[in-house]
């Protein structure tokens, strides 16, 4: 394999235009709310609104979801692994950005390689498909530029694997859909106060309302704001979330909502790029856990708009057909100082100067449609769906590189925060294009027998891009069909067995020495497991083997002079286990827990991408004691093993296995009133981040916060 070469100095646009959707909880369609699953022939529903029962509030699992297929399943006839974050795990453990929702999610390793960039993988591959209530468009680089909240979220799904069917493109790691909260029947209204480490500060409002009298309009309203300083040096972060919806019922059968987002970033601080890994002599550097490359001078802030609207309409008793319209803007402006160079151990000299001036402009729009309903065959009835969707995307931005670049820095100076801001006008970059996607899908779930049922379908879809990303043509024009194939058998009333498989189609903008844009990437992903739901649906248990295998997937292999990463395509084979188990364990008693483990091998069969741990494990956990009612306890525990990354012959970084633990204890002052206490990194254990590249930095150490909760 390949020298992974670091990236950073090109300043290539953290949200490429058809990845606006991840920019923050924005625009797309009606919630996929939990509501219990009936039988199987009642499965494939329209994807309604419901009151959530009280014990469902503080449940650790999902009744149903659709994030698989559009289709509102069950967990255990959902012919794919499914994890589900839920807003009851999110407030007990202030999982307050997507960073730590993912890091508490089986088999997904959270990849934070800057302050305020970060990458995600499952199954040993990039994140590429984010969706919002189903909707969504893939990232083109997997990564996401910000602290991206979740004030927004009712839950998180993870579909693991190539989900062929809705997701028409991207690696086959997994699917994150983003469910995000929705008015409630009646008045409700909550409140919460956050202090932590580092003068973090933090205000969540949360009011659900009816609008009128006969209560067919309602209203739901979300506002947050963080702000405070960090463990490392010179870093301040600072975000402000709003969040509306109105939901109008015009006829018994007809739905239109429409809604509005709106996230800011203010980091003061920012790293471009992170710590030198590695001295002069190949040996591997050991900082403390606050170091920052970052100048005084330095910001990278982030806002992002949008607007979407929805019309919902049951055509009859099993059809029903939705549409979704959505408008995503977003901006981003940054100063930054990137240092690169490997140091020499004794002196400490050896480290160089990249300041760059940033600035971009995306926009998105998006249209969605898709019917789902029921057909009789062969005396037994069977679901459908259907859809298609359009998007544009537009990408506006420029690079200000500044004077000094090259500049050999002092032991101290690369650290301090000292170096002088320059005029940015040494030379200019920067992008302008568009991609233009179509999709079609079809898929209908075959009930064969009592206990048996299979899920079939094809998604096609086309690309077109124009324009140019720092001197390289992004024209292309890209197509595909991928068929999607999934088996479910009812062992028993609660235990069912599933397989299935699917193909894979990636377009890439990646480029190799040529300058010429990487083939798409292709392949075929083939899942087995077993499943089982138990105490009425409260709790799901699942195991799966996966195998999948990718032709021609972009890989770094090297820079150019003027520091531009350039790609070539290689094939690999991706295979291993997971378990999965969430929700009621006993009365009070609620978990999330999962383990993976895979293998990654490369063209020569040697072991690739081994930044990447082979075996990860997460427990999540909160119980109620039966003697104190008004007490909860709960704890954390996340664990992978040792990963590296061989940078040249001479250089391999290492990162050894670790734990991080977590816990929890909140308080019923009153019916309406809770004091919680949260601690993380119990242990200080100090660790990196991520070996993604050949830079990197440390995680938090030892921290904590206080909560004053009220609910009404």
């Not at 992974?4 to 490429?16: E, G, I, N, S, W």
């Not at 329209?46 to 609104?49: K, L, R, V």
């Not at 606050?290 to 929805?310: D, G, V």
């Not at 999607?484 to 069912?496: C, E, K, Q």
């Given at each position: 394999?390949?020298?992974?070469?670091?990236?950073?100095?090109?300043?290539?646009?953290?949200?490429?235009p058809v990845a606006l959707a991840i920019s923050i909880a924005l625009?797309?369609?009606?919630?996929?709310?939990?509501?219990?699953a009936g039988d199987a022939d009642d499965a494939a529903t329209?994807?309604?609104?419901t009151v959530t029962a009280s014990h469902e509030a503080d449940a650790y699992t999902a009744r149903s979801s659709a994030s698989a297929s559009k289709m509102e399943l069950s967990l255990r006839e959902t012919p794919q692994s499914v994890s589900v974050v839920t807003r009851?795990?999110?407030?007990?453990?202030?999982?307050?950005?997507?960073?730590?929702?993912?890091?508490?999610?089986?088999?997904?390793?959270?990849?934070?390689?800057?302050t305020d960039r970060t990458y995600y993988t499952a199954r040993g591959y990039d994140i590429t498909n984010f969706q919002y209530d189903g909707v969504g468009m893939p990232l083109v680089f997997g990564n996401v530029s910000g602290d991206l909240d979740t004030a927004l979220y009712e839950r998180v799904d993870v579909v693991r694997g190539a989900n062929g069917l809705i997701s028409s493109t991207g690696n086959p790691s997994a699917t994150i859909n983003f469910v995000r909260k929705r008015p409630t029947a009646g008045l409700a209204a909550s409140a919460a106060l956050t202090l932590g480490s580092w003068n973090t500060r933090r205000l969540d409002a949360d009011v659900s309302t009816p609008l009128s009298s006969d209560g067919k309009v309602s209203a739901r309203f979300v506002l947050a704001h963080q702000d405070g300083d960090s463990y490392l040096d010179r870093y301040s972060p600072k975000k402000d979330v709003a969040y509306a919806v109105v939901e109008a019922k015009l006829t018994d059968a007809t739905t239109f909502t429409v809604g509005h987002a709106y996230q800011m970033n203010k980091a003061r601080g920012g790293m471009w790029g992170a710590l030198p890994m590695y001295y002069s002599d190949n040996t591997q550097?050991?900082?403390?856990?606050?170091?920052?490359?970052?100048?005084?001078?330095?910001?990278?802030?982030?806002?992002?708009?949008?607007?979407?609207?929805?019309?919902?309409?049951?055509?009859?008793?099993d059809w029903s057909i939705r549409t979704t319209l959505t408008h995503t803007k977003a901006n981003e402006a940054s100063k930054l100082l990137y240092v690169y160079g490997t140091p020499d151990r004794a002196t400490g000299v050896g480290l160089y100067s990249y300041p760059s001036q940033y600035a971009s402009h995306n926009e998105q729009s998006?249209?969605?449609?898709?019917?789902?309903?029921?057909?009789?065959l062969g005396g037994r009835q069977h679901d459908l769906t259907f859809g298609a969707s359009w998007s544009k995307s537009r990408l506006n931005n420029v690079s200000w590189y500044g004077r000094g670049i090259g500049t050999e820095l002092s032991a101290s100076g690369a650290f301090d925060g000292t170096y002088p801001e320059p005029l940015f006008d040494a030379s200019t970059d920067g992008s302008q294009y568009s991609d233009t996607r179509k999709n079609a899908f079809v898929a209908a779930r075959f009930n064969l027998a009592d206990n048996t049922k299979l899920l079939a379908g094809v998604n096609a879809v086309k690309v077109d891009s124009s324009g140019s990303a720092y001197g390289v043509s992004h024209a292309k024009s890209q197509s595909d069909t991928t068929p999607?194939?999934?088996?479910?058998?009812?062992?028993?009333?609660?235990?069912?067995a599933y397989a299935s498989y699917t193909e894979i189609f990636n377009p890439q903008s990646d480029t190799d020495a040529n300058g010429q844009t990487l083939a798409a990437a292709k392949g075929k992903s083939l899942e087995l497991g077993l499943k089982s739901e138990l105490l009425d649906g409260r709790l799901n248990l699942s195991g799966a083997v996966f195998k999948t295998r990718q032709q021609n997937v972009a890989e770094a292999a090297g820079t150019t002079a003027d520091f531009k990463t350039i790609y070539r395509g290689v094939d690999s084979d991706s295979k291993g286990f997971e378990f999965d188990a969430s929700g009621q364990l006993a009365k009070g008693w609620q978990a999330s827990a999962g383990y993976a483990q895979l293998s990654i091998t490369g063209n020569d069969g040697k072991a690739a991408r081994t930044f990447i741990p082979r075996k990860q494990f997460h427990l999540s956990s909160t119980y109620q004691l039966p003697a104190v009612p008004k007490l909860k306890v709960g704890a954390t525990l996340r664990w992978q093993d040792q990963i590296h990354l061989a940078v040249s012959d001479a250089v391999t970084l290492r990162q050894g296995a670790y734990a991080e633990l977590g816990l929890m204890a909140s308080y019923d002052l009153s019916k309406n009133v809770s004091l919680a206490l949260n601690l993380n990194n119990v242990t200080d254990k100090k660790h990196l981040t991520s070996l993604y590249w050949d830079q990197s930095l440390y995680a938090a150490g030892r921290n904590g916060s206080a909560t004053l909760s009220w609910k009404y």
């Open positions: 394999m390949s020298v992974r070469a670091t990236p950073f100095p090109v300043r290539l646009p953290a949200l490429r625009g797309s369609s009606m919630a996929q709310a939990g509501q219990p329209m994807q309604t609104i009851a795990q999110m407030d007990d453990f202030r999982l307050d950005n997507v960073n730590r929702v993912l890091a508490q999610s089986t088999g997904v390793t959270v990849e934070a390689v800057e550097t050991d900082y403390p856990i606050s170091t920052s490359t970052s100048a005084n001078w330095s910001y990278w802030n982030t806002e992002t708009n949008s607007t979407f609207a929805e019309l919902a309409h049951r055509i009859n008793a998006l249209a969605d449609v898709s019917a789902t309903g029921k057909f009789a999607y194939l999934g088996l479910v058998y009812d062992i028993n009333r609660s235990v069912s």
